[in-house]
């Protein structure tokens, strides 16, 4: 019996199961101090279906060998351009969210292409490579922001008539549609089906990739390069295969993100979007060279699920408000420990 707890210890890591009973503490704390825990449990599930696809994103890159995709904001970049497209020629509805999504992604494919070719040249470094590309991304785009020849008087400064608004409300537009698509609830907890499907649906398409021959060729030249090349399989360009994957799945991401919080937001707000989707696929159980689709929905699950329920439950129980000290905690912490976890043990 010790021995299968050890197992079951050392499998799931220590600190995902410290994670996991600090959310079941803030769940149980809820409900002894009788706060409202059907809208706990609706913010949670809304949260998981919006971050969900961002840390879906991570995963080619991981299986691709590419390691942890730092530079996730240049498919968020194409995704919000894409936005802005849409919302400049002022397509609404269902129509104007397919139109965002299919031009973020249509964008992010040359755009993967070009940070696969560069992560080929700078080996071995491609998450710091990532890190440093994906905030000159964003801060190159906040030009672009500026004097980019959007003309529609609801994105544009109303002073000058120039430039895009930090902000963009999709209120009227596209706000919630795949939130309130075959909503329901049950027990006070309502349910946004439609960003659900799509977030499972994602997760299913990824999780199939992997098992066709391109997938199948991405993880085998991970796990053994020289036997690749052996075999003919170029590593290089599996590696640009899987950083388009994971760009195009950011720029889809950021899409279903801005419809369910219901506003587009620009210049530095992608800035560190990556750092929490990392956390999410880490905490779930992800290692640095290693993921899969069930880290990515439990790690999503558990880390959105402190976000949301730790602000209104600290304020219950204390003055003051830790959780965004306690979201920075766990954010970096796992970041860190999967980065101190290179090359030890089974995670080599």
């Given at each position: ?6 197992a ?11 994670i ?5 503490a ?10 409202n825990?059907p ?25 691709g060998g590419?390691?942890?995709n ?6 968020i ?9 849409t919302?400049n020629?002022?397509?609404h509805?269902?129509v104007?969210?397919?139109l965002?999504?299919a031009l973020?992604a ?11 070719w560069?992560l080929n ?6 998450m710091?490579v990532g890190?440093?590309l994906?905030?000159a991304?964003?801060?190159g785009?906040?030009i672009?922001w ?8 609801t994105?544009?400064?109303?002073i000058?008539?120039k430039?895009?608004?930090t ?7 596209f ?15 309502t349910?946004?089906t439609?960003?659900l ?7 299913w ?9 391109m997938g199948?060729t ?7 390069p020289?036997?690749a090349r052996a075999?003919?399989?170029?590593d290089?360009r ?8 994971s ?6 991401g950021?899409v279903?993100y ?25 905490i ?5 060279t290693?993921?899969?689709?069930t ?10 699920s ?9 304020s219950?129980?204390?003055?003051g408000?830790i959780?965004?000290t306690?979201?920075?905690i766990i ?17 080599r």
């Amino acid at each position: 019996m010790m021995d299968r707890v050890r197992a079951f210890v050392r499998e799931a890591g220590v600190p995902r199961l410290l994670i996991g009973a600090f959310v079941v503490a803030l769940f149980a704390v809820a409900v002894a101090t009788k706060m409202n825990l059907p809208s706990l449990v609706t913010d949670s599930i809304v949260r998981v279906a919006r971050n969900g696809i961002l840390v879906l994103a991570l995963l080619p890159a991981i299986q691709g060998g590419v390691g942890l995709n730092f530079g996730l904001p240049i498919g968020i970049i194409c995704g919000l351009v894409g936005c802005v497209i849409t919302l400049n020629f002022g397509v609404h509805g269902p129509v104007g969210l397919l139109l965002a999504s299919a031009l973020g992604a249509g964008l992010a494919i040359p755009s993967g292409i070009g940070y696969g070719w560069l992560l080929n040249r700078t080996r071995g470094q491609e998450m710091m490579v990532g890190t440093y590309l994906g905030f000159a991304f964003v801060s190159g785009m906040s030009i672009f922001w500026l004097v980019a020849p959007f003309t529609n008087p609801t994105l544009v400064w109303a002073i000058g008539g120039k430039g895009l608004r930090t902000t963009l409300a999709l209120t009227g537009i596209f706000d919630r549609t795949l939130d309130r698509f075959l909503a329901f609830t049950v027990a006070g907890v309502t349910i946004p089906t439609g960003a659900l499907l799509v977030f499972f649906g994602l997760c299913w398409l990824t999780a199939w990739f992997f098992r066709t021959q391109m997938g199948i060729t991405i993880a085998a030249a991970r796990s053994n390069p020289r036997f690749a090349r052996a075999a003919g399989i170029s590593d290089q360009r599996t590696r640009i295969q899987a950083t388009v994957f994971s760009t195009v799945l950011g720029a889809i991401g950021i899409v279903v993100y801005s419809q369910s919080f219901g506003f587009v937001q620009l210049y530095t707000a992608p800035l560190l979007m990556a750092f929490p989707a990392i956390a999410c696929i880490l905490i779930g159980g992800a290692t640095v060279t290693r993921a899969t689709v069930t880290h990515v929905i439990i790690g999503t699950f558990l880390f959105q699920s402190i976000l949301t329920v730790a602000l209104p439950v600290t304020s219950q129980v204390i003055q003051g408000d830790i959780s965004e000290t306690a979201r920075l905690i766990i954010q970096n912490g796992m970041i860190l420990y999967a980065l101190t976890r290179v090359g030890v043990g089974g995670e080599r």
